[in-house]
């Protein structure tokens, strides 16, 4: 029920193409869902994020679309351009019992072709 | 700029040996974590911390031993019981237990190998 499920494992894509990558949950509990950013040899950065109030969330040309009732929530990187090839990780955070931890999905390594 | 620094960026172990992974913090966050990173596998929780003197075992835990004697600093030994220690290790922080909205930051990673 702690899982978070995550496709593709990876994903090519034509330089200005649309590149989606879907995460599922089950945990309803869960209140916040970021999104992470990895460059080989670097350590994740935060992308952008969701609250499970909002439906979508755009930021330039990255978009979170979430939908509670099907507890699925999936990135969508709009004119995808070389540089946006890298790993990105989905992700989920609940409070519960003092703990304070933060659920990954285990990436999605997308590359994008020039 | 504030950041977590992590070091050294390569470190090799011999059988036997035991060898301890640099984090250090400069965001004032209460809560600390470590990961391993290995190919298709993701990001799995090692070690965790709220409090300075307090730290709890994330989902593998065994082979690996951290300590919290300072806010800024949570350093992780991995211990010769660990008998598969090659891994890119993570170190990261947030503001702490009972906010809302609790990015992780995280740092540049180690990468260990057995020689």
């Known amino acids: 029920q702690q899982q978070v499920k995550q496709s593709p494992q990876s994903l090519i894509v034509q330089k200005g193409g649309i590149s989606i990558i879907n995460c599922a949950y089950e945990?309803?509990?869960?209140?916040?869902f970021p999104w992470y950013q990895q460059f080989p040899g670097k350590g994740p950065a935060l992308l952008i994020a969701?609250?499970?109030?909002?439906s979508e969330k755009k930021e330039g040309r990255f978009t979170i679309s979430f939908n509670k009732s099907a507890k699925q929530f999936s990135l969508h990187i709009m004119d995808s351009q070389p540089g946006d090839s890298a790993t990105y990780f989905c992700?989920?955070?609940?409070?519960?019992?003092?703990?304070?931890?933060?659920?990954f999905g285990k990436g999605t390594r997308l590359h994008i072709l020039p | 700029d504030g950041g977590i620094t992590q070091s050294p960026k390569y470190l090799f172990r011999k059988e036997g040996q035991n060898v301890t992974l640099s984090c250090e913090q400069n965001?004032?966050?209460?809560?600390m974590y470590w990961y391993r990173q290995d190919p298709g596998q993701g990001l799995r929780l090692i070690y965790y911390?709220?409090?300075?003197?307090?730290?709890q075992k994330g989902d593998i835990a065994e082979g690996y031993s951290v300590s919290r004697e300072k806010k800024e600093s949570f350093p992780l030994t991995v211990t010769s019981a660990q008998k598969n220690p090659t891994a890119f290790y993570l170190c990261?922080?947030?503001?702490?237990?009972?906010?809302?909205?609790?990015?992780?930051?995280f740092g540049d990673g180690t990468r260990l190998s057995i020689l």
């Open positions: 945990n309803t509990a869960f209140d916040y």
């Open positions: 992700a989920a955070s609940i409070l519960m019992n003092r703990d304070d931890k933060i659920i």
């Open positions: 911390s709220q409090i300075v003197n307090d730290f």
């Open positions: 969701i609250r499970p109030d909002v």
């Open positions: 965001l004032n966050h209460d809560a």
């Open positions: 990261a922080s947030s503001i702490g237990l009972g906010k809302l909205i609790q990015p992780q930051h």
